[in-house]
Nanobody, 123 residues
Framework: QVQLVESGGGLVPAGGSLRLSCTAS????????MGWFRQAPGKERDFVAA????????YYADSVKGRFTISRDNAKNTVYLQMNSLKPEDTAVYYC????????????????WGQGTQVTVSS
């Protein structure tokens, strides 16, 4: 099982930026896609973005498209989430995970979740 560790969260004013990182303990041979999800207190874990290792194709939730950018460094086994123009509604714990089967925006399609990193956007 691959271990994922997220980092880079914090407190930022509305309109600000953060860059999250997710590092895997080893190359993820069993899957070609890694994704970011977020979960606010009392709410479901929602899809944010995903990226394919082999060709860097990206996928975004409508709520973040144009503001967030997902990327990866395969040599470092790391995926990034650059978050710009942050809004208070972006406040959540952000998780990365590995996609195994199913739709890229479905949390049920992912496994090997990281521990999460807190992002708080003040108004």
């Amino acid at each position: 099982q691959v271990q994922l560790v997220e980092s880079g969260g914090g407190l930022v004013p509305a309109g600000g930026s953060l860059r999250l990182s997710c590092t895997a303990s080893r190359r993820t041979f069993s899957t070609d896609v890694m994704g970011w999800f977020r979960q606010a207190p009392g709410k479901e874990r929602d899809f944010v973005a995903a990226i394919r290792r082999s060709n860097s194709n990206t996928y975004y939730a409508d709520s973040v498209k144009g503001r967030f950018t997902i990327s990866r460094d395969n040599a470092k086994n790391t995926v990034y989430l650059q978050m710009n123009s942050l809004k208070p509604e972006d406040t959540a714990v952000y998780y990365c995970a590995l996609h195994y089967s199913g739709a890229y925006d479905n949390r049920r399609a992912y496994r090997d979740w990281g521990q999460g990193t807190q992002v708080t956007v003040s108004s």
